[in-house]
């Protein structure tokens, strides 16, 4: 049984562009929450999808925008990439349940991304 | 503001001793606390978890302990292994809202 798979595993973008990250859920999950770790940082919350919808977004800008698809699989974009934007971007999967997400939290091995 | 504090950002312990590691928070909604440990290049892993209704929970080497009144859990592993040393993440879940994690703490167990 895949837990959860994130592509690609590493990236390098110049100042500018444009990226896109995908995620594929663990099986039997329907909620997908994305996080940045940046450097010595704990994990901090990008925003959330259930039913190909936004539920929550935490305080990054509209820079950052995502999608779900049908079958739970999800991407991250990231427009207009900036130096800062450097670090390991996770994404975890859950279950939703009577309007909140489980505990279940599953974290894929993340996409490394280094704006140069 | 940061709700989940990780004071200490690294620990040293001997193979054989007890290992443990400190987080506070400062937010009364949070109902659900858990650890996550994280290799270098892999995503966090669940390790352990408990409720905001209990005030210890064990699995194997591993206890959480949870002081409500203090704001304050800690995970002991006992015995240390040198297959522990990791970074270890303190995490929380005030629902509806998302987890939210604390800085990490880096543990080494020297053999």
């Known amino acids: 049984d895949a837990g959860v798979t994130q592509s690609p595993t590493h990236l390098i973008k110049t100042r500018g562009q444009q990226v896109t990250l995908r995620c594929s859920p663990k099986?039997?999950?329907?909620?997908v929450s994305w996080y940045q770790q940046a450097l010595g940082q704990g994990p901090q919350f990008i925003f959330q999808?259930?039913?190909?919808?936004?539920?929550q977004r935490g305080n990054f800008p509209d820079r950052f925008s995502g999608h779900q698809f049908p079958n739970y699989s999800s991407e991250l974009n990231v427009n207009a990439l900036l130096l800062g934007d450097s670090a390991l971007y996770l994404c975890?999967?859950?279950?939703?349940?009577?309007?909140?997400?489980?505990?279940?939290?599953?974290f894929g091995s993340g996409t490394r991304l280094t704006v140069v | 503001d940061q709700q989940v504090k990780q004071n200490s950002p690294s620990l040293s312990v001997q193979e054989g001793r007890i290992s443990i590691l400190n987080c506070d928070y400062t937010?009364?909604?949070?109902?659900?606390f858990l650890w996550y440990k994280k290799y270098p290049a892999e995503g966090p892993t669940f390790l352990i978890s408990?409720?905001?209704?209990?005030d210890k929970n064990e699995d194997g080497r591993f206890t959480v302990f949870l002081n409500k009144s203090a704001k304050h859990l800690s995970l002991h592993i006992v015995p240390s292994q040198p297959g522990d040393s990791a970074v270890y993440f303190c995490?929380?879940?005030?629902?509806?809202?998302?987890?939210?994690f604390g800085k990490g703490t880096r543990l080494s167990v020297i053999a």
């Open positions: 995490a929380a879940l005030a629902p509806p809202r998302p987890l939210v």
């Open positions: 975890a999967s859950s279950s939703w349940y009577r309007g909140r997400v489980m505990s279940g939290y599953t």
């Open positions: 099986s039997g999950h329907d909620t």
């Open positions: 937010n009364s909604m949070f109902d659900y």
């Open positions: 408990i409720s905001s209704i209990k």
């Open positions: 999808y259930y039913e190909e919808e936004e539920r």
